[in-house]
Nanobody, 123 residues
Framework: VQLQASGGGLVQAGGSLELSCAASRLPFSNYAMGWFRQPPGKEREFVAAINWSGASTYYADFVKGRFTISRDNAKNTVYLQMNSLKPVDTAVYYC?????????????????WGQGAQVTVSS
């Protein structure tokens, strides 16, 4: 199983980025997917999750209204559209596949993890 994240980079505050995470060797539509992030010097934290079909989503309070998670099961890909970025959003962002079809928010419920994508927001 491989989760390949892409789309990270450097952006000014107020800007936008879209992260993608392509899954391979995984029955993608059987898994809920999530995005987590790890800011410098801090622990990994939940950002957003989406259920197996894409019909349900859930967000951490600090990204509600700014970030959107989506998925394309035909392409085995999950996305994170990030708008109105702030310097505090600077982190390594990780995609992950849950051990269930349904939304979960704790890291221990995620089985497979991508390698991480660096997002840096300058002020």
């Amino acid at each position: 199983v491989q989760l390949q994240a892409s789309g990270g980079g450097l952006v000014q505050a107020g800007g936008s980025l879209e992260l993608s995470c392509a899954a391979s060797r995984l029955p993608f539509s059987n898994y809920a997917m999530g995005w987590f992030r790890q800011p410098p010097g801090k622990e990994r934290e939940f950002v957003a999750a989406i259920n197996w079909s894409g019909a349900s989503t859930y967000y951490a309070d600090f990204v509600k209204g700014r970030f959107t998670i989506s998925r394309d099961n035909a392409k085995n890909t999950v996305y994170l559209q990030m708008n109105s970025l702030k310097p505090v959003d600077t982190a390594v962002y990780y995609c992950a596949a849950a051990s269930t079809r349904y939304i979960v928010v704790v890291t221990t419920m995620y089985t497979y993890w991508g390698q991480g994508a660096q997002v840096t927001v300058s002020s």
